[in-house]
RNA sequence: GCGACGGUCGUCCAGUUUGGUCUAGGACAUCAGAUUGCCAAUCUGGUAACCCGGGUUCAAAUCCCGGCCGUCGCACCA
């Protein structure tokens, strides 16, 4: 019954979630994907979600930065530097190697992986090192660097597709901690593309080129990082953490007590994200936050939480979640050579603040929630319900003359009418009522209005629910309210 | 990026071994009409594909070469 990755892709497919970029062109590179008109849809609820189950609910504040960047907040970043792996190739056979590890590996020698391509060769050449594959002789090395790199102006001027939307905030840290009248803890948002030029991209919409992220910085002032009142909010949240074999289920508050989890701020927005992922249908009881192990960690990271979901192909990483310490302040502050210490009014004191960030992956949740979500019902001739929340279903409602004539279907066109601007509805009048409940439930319609006979009697209409089959009947001029509760995100 | 395998209607599959009978077949989906009138009904008709480029040949979906894409493994993964 659970779903394969297979079956979410055929669905994906056929009703139009997602599929390749460029397709018509044999050219077309991997690692990109578009979003169809259900598909988007749905993203776009999800965002909407996350605003209100996150940025709203702790008061964070939300941007919108541009996707192409400049050289210097690189620099600053690390990504220069960080985010290059040194390569060699085999001249003979083509191969490639990672030639930090592959040095390291042979002769025991530490390399930086940031060593210089110079370095890098001697190492080769003093130990003679080889092609394991072909025993050929080793080329040239080079670096390759997974953001894409663009020439802006007619001077081509180095810069850079961001790899990660958090940058821009940052950048941007200082400006808005005045002008919006910033107090610690701050939480930054923002949702947006990213671009990272993978080497191998795969699994459809799981490891992209071109991906939407969703970031929140949290800006905090690391020596009251348990002085957090809204923690009371959340203290009885379950958070089920990992060392990546067995989990264990412990409130926010048993977490911190038992030294699981490092501190109320942190715990906090764990607890927040268990929250917020619970309502986006995923089933939460097939989720952990993994504590990464130190090799694992990101360059910036000093504590590391994954959260992760299991679905039919392992875990999946959904979110990031990184205490990053003032390592992207302090390096956009050298570089830049601008102060980005403010003033923390509760201590009045001038401090340079730490950084915990929420990084999600809105493309992979998006599978998960489909794949979480999809559903066989053995009982009703197999059909496949998509048992979305309806605040995130891509229709929520279906519009049905239960046949086309004595007027039914001017009167299904004026309920159309009614409801159309305020809810997406789909309209539809063809084949059988069966087939066309299946097509609804299969992108996961939750409601479909049904006109009857008795429509034109007593303006009533049936409601039939997808997941239960059930139908009730209610006044047309009810059906409004109706919906609008259904919205409701519970 | 390396290796193995693969790529035919929207989806899944047949056809490739042994080149011709393939102006490419089926199922599901989809569209139109008829019929029915509350759970994928039936009938009729239709739309729709050989990944791209080159080569071999009288003749290529089929054989060869290159590219692109996909799956898996390795590696990588913010």
Redesign the pocket.
């Known amino acids: 019954m659970a779903a394969s990755?297979d079956e979410v892709?055929?669905l994906a497919?056929?009703r139009g979630f997602y599929f390749?970029s460029c397709e018509i062109y044999?050219?077309?590179?991997?690692?990109f994907w578009e979003y169809g008109p259900t598909g988007v849809n749905m993203k776009n609820k999800f965002i909407e979600l996350w605003r209100r189950e996150l940025v709203r609910r702790d008061g964070m504040l939300e941007i919108d930065g541009c996707q192409i960047m400049s050289k210097s907040v690189f620099v600053a970043s690390g990504?220069i530097g960080n985010?290059t792996?040194p390569v060699v190739?085999c001249t003979k056979?083509?191969?490639?190697?990672?030639a930090d590890?592959f040095i390291t590996e042979k002769t025991g020698e530490s390399v930086l992986e940031r060593a210089a391509e110079q370095e890098i060769k001697a190492l080769i050449k003093k130990h003679d090192l080889r092609c394991p594959?072909c025993n050929g002789e080793f080329g040239e090395v080079s670096k390759f660097n997974?953001?894409f790199r663009i020439g802006i102006g007619p001077a081509a001027e180095e810069a850079y597709l961001r790899?990660?939307t958090c940058q821009t905030i940052f950048v941007d840290f200082a400006r808005l901690f005045k002008t919006m009248r910033g107090r610690l803890p701050l939480g930054i948002a923002q949702v947006g593309k990213?671009f990272?030029n993978?080497?191998?991209?795969?699994?459809?919409l799981l490891?992209l080129r071109e991906f939407y992220q969703a970031e929140i910085e949290v800006f905090c002032n690391p020596d009251r990082l348990n002085e957090m009142p809204k923690f009371e909010e959340v203290k009885n949240t379950v958070l089920r953490l990992s060392d990546g074999s067995s989990i264990i289920e412990v409130t926010a508050e048993e977490a911190i007590s038992k030294g699981l989890t490092p501190n109320k701020l942190i715990t906090y927005y764990l607890a927040l994200l268990v929250e917020f992922y619970d309502k986006t249908g995923i089933d939460v009881k097939r989720s952990r936050f993994r504590n990464l192990s130190v090799d694992?960690?990101?360059?910036y990271a000093s504590v590391a939480f994954d959260f992760e979901v299991e679905t039919s192909?392992g875990w999946l990483?959904l979110v990031?979640c990184n205490y990053r310490s003032d390592y992207d302040l302090k390096g956009h502050a050298i570089t830049s050579k601008q102060n980005l210490e403010v003033l923390d009014s509760a201590t009045q004191s001038k401090v340079l603040p730490h950084v915990f960030e929420l990084?999600m992956g809105i493309d992979r949740s998006i599978y998960a929630i489909l794949e979480h979500c999809y559903y066989e019902d053995k009982q009703?001739?197999?059909?496949?319900v998509l048992r979305i929340k309806p605040y995130l279903a891509p229709i929520l409602v279906g519009i049905l003359p239960?046949?086309?004539?004595d007027g039914l279907d001017q009167k299904a066109h004026q309920i159309n009418s009614a409801l159309k601007y305020d809810f997406d509805i789909f309209y539809d009048e063809?084949?059988?009522?069966?087939?066309r409940?299946?097509?609804l439930e299969?992108i996961g319609t939750p409601f479909a209005i049904?006109?009857?006979?008795?429509t034109m009697q007593d303006d009533t209409?049936?409601i039939?629910h997808r997941d239960t089959?059930?139908?009730e009947r209610i006044n047309i001029s009810d059906l409004h309210q109706y919906l609008h509760r259904a919205l409701g995100v519970r």
Do not use: W
């Open positions: 990755y892709m055929k497919l056929e390749p044999s050219d077309a590179p991997a690692g990504h985010f792996d190739k056979c083509g191969s490639s190697f990672r590890r594959n997974m953001m790899p990660e990213s990272r993978e080497i191998a991209p795969r699994q459809s490891r694992e960690k990101a360059f192909i990483e990031a990084s009703h001739d197999d059909r496949v239960l046949m086309t004539k063809s084949g059988s009522i069966g087939r409940y299946r097509r299969e049904t006109i009857d006979k008795a209409v049936t039939r089959m059930q139908q």
